[in-house]
């Protein structure tokens, strides 16, 4: 026999039921990311890009909150999207709007990004890099042999 409240048949979490407490969590609505400034900022400055609906207080909370960082100021200001043309047609698409927040953190606290590509990968990365150009010159000895029959694969022979 099956404990616990029923199923719904197309889902698998239990109907809501009064009294017990209910092992759901409740997530915000909002999204944060991290993001690499342009130009250099302060060691203990970070810079994010959010969500529009988002005020001051509701950053300050989701850092405080969930992550568990201290924050000493907030500054928010909305960036512009970008302009371009469409290959096709030549319209003018703007791109939406967004809002970047930059977090001060106490005087001693310290935010350092973080090294997504140490130097090994990149070595890693020249190594492809190098092996690719390789490649390209052997497929381009390779079609110069029937240049009277382009886009013929060589193994394609009479």
């Known amino acids: 026999m099956s404990s616990g409240p029923p199923l719904l048949p ?9 009294g017990n407490p209910q092992l759901r ?14 130009d250099p900022l302060p060691a203990n400055v970070v810079q994010f890009h959010v969500s529009m609906k988002m005020t001051k207080n ?27 043309r469409t290959a ?12 970047v927040a930059y977090i001060t953190l106490p005087k ?3 935010f350092e990004f973080p090294n997504l590509f140490p130097e090994a990968k990149e070595q890693e990365r020249e190594k492809q890099k190098e092996d690719l ?3 390209e010159k052997e497929w381009k000895q390779k079609s110069r042999q029937n ?11 009479l």
């Open 108 to 110: 001693g606290e310290k």
């Open 10 to 18: 197309w889902q698998g979490y239990p109907l809501y039921q009064r």
């Open 25 to 38: 969590v409740f997530l915000p609505n909002f999204f944060m990311k991290i993001v690499k400034p342009r």
């Open 88 to 99: 096709m047609g030549g319209y003018v698409v703007k791109d939406d709007d967004y809002k």
């Open 58 to 84: 509701d950053i300050k909370n989701y850092l405080e909150k969930i992550y568990n960082v201290p924050v000493e100021h907030i500054v928010t200001h909305v960036r512009m999207g970008n302009l371009s």
């Open 133 to 135: 150009k390789l490649l």
């Open 147 to 157: 240049t009277n029959r382009p886009g013929v694969p060589s193994w394609f022979g």
